[in-house]
C-alpha cells in the first residue's frame, strides 16, 4: 500500500490549513486515495500530488491560476495547473488546447509566445498553479473529482485569501468561478474572470479568454503585474524579461 499523509504537504501550507487535517473531509480524502493508489494509475505520480504547494511557499504567492483536475493523457501532468515538460513541441498535437491559446495571450498582451509549455517559471515566481484535484486516473477526464479534493482545496483557497494581501486570482471558467465566494469577501483581492482558455470555450461567455478572431485577450497577464507593481510588488516575467516599460 502506498503511504499518503500530511507529510506530503509542506509545512507552511500545513500551517495554513489549520486543523484541517483533524477533520473527517482529511480522513475521507487519505482513505479514497490510498484505494485508489492500489488500483490505479493515477496522474501525476504520487510524488507531485503537492507540487505547486512545493515550489509556491505561502509567503511568495503573489497570483493564483486555478486549473480543474490534472491532464490525463500519458506524459503532461507535472503536478502544476496547465504546465507541460518542455520537451513536448508546441505545434505537437500533444500540446493542449489551453496553453496554446495562453500562449497567443501573452503574445497579444505584449510578452512574447511561450517557447514550451513547462510553467514551472512562473510557480517559481510565486504563481500558485492550482488544480482544484490534484490528482486523476490515466485517461479518464476529472474521475478523482469525487474523492474529497473539494474540502482540502477550498480550505486552502479561502485561508490563503484571508492571510495573504493584494492577491491576483485567475479564475478562468466556470469551474474556477466556482470558488469565487471563498475569495471576494476578502479585500485588497484582485479577481479577474474570463472563460476558459481550451478551445472549446475560449470564445464562449461575455468575457472571453480571447476575442473572436484572436486579435484581443483578456489582458489578464498584464492587469496580474499592473496591480503588482500598484502594490509594490514585483511584477511576473511571464516570458522572457517583464514588460516593466509597459506599466509605467
Known sequence: MQSFS????????????????????????????????????????????????????????????????????????????????ATIPTNSREFPSSLRNISKALALEGFGYLPNGDLHHWANQGVLLLNTALSVKLGEAGSHASLGWRSLIDKLIAALAQKNLHLVWMLWGGHAQSKLPLIQSE???????????????????????????????????????QWLIAHARTPIQWVGQTQTDLFS
Open 6 to 85: 500530511k507529510e506530503d504537504i509542506p509545512r507552511d501550507w500545513q500551517a495554513l490549513l489549520g486543523n484541517y487535517f483533524e477533520s473527517s473531509d482529511w480522513k475521507r480524502l487519505q482513505d479514497n486515495l490510498r484505494l485508489v493508489l492500489d488500483s490505479q494509475e493515477v496522474r501525476p505520480e504520487p510524488e507531485n500530488f503537492f507540487k505547486a504547494l512545493k515550489l509556491t511557499p505561502v509567503e511568495s504567492v503573489r497570483a493564483v491560476i486555478l486549473g480543474q483536475d490534472p491532464y490525463h493523457s500519458p506524459g503532461l501532468a507535472q503536478g502544476l495547473a496547465f504546465s507541460i515538460p
Open 187 to 225: 479585500a485588497n483581492q484582485l479577481i479577474l474572470q474570463s472563460s476558459h482558455p481550451s478551445g472549446l470555450g475560449v470564445y464562449k461567455t461575455d468575457k472571453p479568454f480571447l476575442e473572436p478572431g484572436g486579435k484581443m485577450s483578456c489582458g489578464h497577464f498584464s492587469k496580474t503585474n
